[in-house]
């Protein structure tokens, strides 16, 4: 890909620990990743996790080279296609909904931010103990959750560990708040799908710890007192899409559904 680039007199490079990584230093760039006009990730979509994080705004041309691939558009055959297109100016951009995540400590510090385009994960820390977290929408509080976890998700983490749990599956153009808690040991253990604007808050009571995580990638430890504050993003995830992206048909591929 970057052969066929610098053929047709563009550069392409990779962040300088990656470049190490695969042991292609000259490849390798300190440059700002938000310089880019287009940042294109080969792999699955943790792969696509991971760029969502390193760029803020630049396009992103995913490219399917993992197993689920709810995120990628291409698949590696149709690579040099989809950037003649690209360089052709025949594309789309699609927006998606990202989560802004704060993390307020009973300790006077300042918050801790982090940005998701899947989901925020608050999750016990010790095996055989559940977490007790107090659970509120719009500053009122809802619920006291006794569970193992509870996933905070956008449409597009529907399909993710939201779905493995058992939450809805939800098209990734529309805004919400999904709720839903990971083996709960009460009587309401449904999800819940929230207006985008509701800013949801989850506390941590009691004296269990619990970690956080984002986007499958752990970020902080969680004590008493903890409050974990969710709301959409001001900004938005932007994909890079060719002809007509039909969500339901990538799920019916995916799950091996037919017809009858």
Not at 132 to 141: A, C, Y
């Given at each position: 890909?970057?052969?066929?680039?610098?053929?047709?007199?563009?550069?392409?490079?990779?962040?300088?620990?990656?470049?190490?990584?695969?042991?292609?230093?000259?490849?390798?760039?300190?440059?700002?990743?938000n310089s880019a006009d287009l940042a294109v990730a080969l792999g699955?979509?943790?792969?696509?996790?991971?760029?969502?994080?390193?760029?803020?705004?630049?396009?992103?041309?995913?490219?399917?080279?993992?197993?689920?691939?709810?995120?990628?558009?291409?698949?590696?055959?149709?690579?040099?296609?989809?950037?003649?297109?690209?360089?052709?100016?025949?594309?789309?951009?699609?927006?998606?909904?990202?989560?802004?995540?704060?993390?307020?400590?009973?300790?006077?510090?300042?918050?801790?931010?982090?940005?998701?385009?899947?989901?925020?994960?608050?999750?016990?820390?010790?095996?055989?103990?559940?977490?007790?977290?107090?659970?509120?929408?719009?500053?009122?509080?809802?619920?006291?959750?006794?569970?193992?976890?509870?996933?905070?998700?956008?449409?597009?983490?529907?399909?993710?560990?939201?779905?493995?749990?058992?939450?809805?599956?939800?098209?990734?153009?529309?805004?919400?708040?999904?709720?839903?808690?990971?083996?709960?040991?009460?009587?309401?253990?449904?999800?819940?799908?929230?207006?985008?604007?509701?800013?949801?808050?989850?506390?941590?009571?009691?004296?269990?710890?619990?970690?956080?995580?984002?986007?499958?990638?752990?970020?902080?430890?969680?004590?008493?007192g903890d409050r974990i504050i969710c709301r959409p993003d001001v900004?938005?995830?932007?994909?890079?899409?060719?002809?007509?992206?039909?969500?339901?048909?990538?799920?019916?591929?995916?799950?091996?559904?037919?017809?009858?």
């Open positions: 890909m970057c052969q066929w680039l610098a053929r047709r007199g563009h550069k392409a490079w990779l962040v300088s620990e990656d470049a190490e990584a695969l042991g292609l230093p000259e490849l390798g760039s300190d440059a700002d990743p699955g979509d943790g792969t696509v996790l991971r760029t969502v994080q390193l760029v803020d705004g630049v396009p992103i041309l995913s490219v399917n080279v993992g197993l689920l691939g709810y995120l990628t558009e291409v698949e590696p055959p149709g690579l040099t296609e989809a950037l003649e297109q690209w360089l052709a100016g025949e594309f789309r951009i699609e927006g998606r909904m990202l989560l802004e995540i704060a993390v307020e400590r009973a300790a006077a510090v300042a918050p801790e931010r982090y940005r998701a385009l899947n989901e925020a994960v608050i999750e016990k820390r010790e095996a055989g103990h559940m977490v007790r977290l107090l659970m509120s929408i719009g500053g009122v509080p809802f619920i006291t959750y006794a569970t193992d976890g509870l996933i905070v998700a956008t449409p597009t983490g529907s399909t993710a560990y939201s779905l493995s749990a058992r939450g809805p599956i939800v098209s990734p153009q529309h805004r919400a708040i999904l709720l839903t808690p990971v083996s709960p040991h009460m009587l309401f253990d449904r999800a819940l799908v929230l207006d985008p604007e509701e800013t949801v808050t989850v506390e941590v009571l009691g004296h269990r710890p619990a970690d956080l995580s984002v986007d499958g990638r752990r970020v902080a430890g969680l004590t008493e900004e938005v995830a932007r994909f890079v899409r060719f002809g007509t992206h039909r969500f339901h048909q990538i799920l019916k591929t995916k799950f091996g559904l037919s017809d009858r």
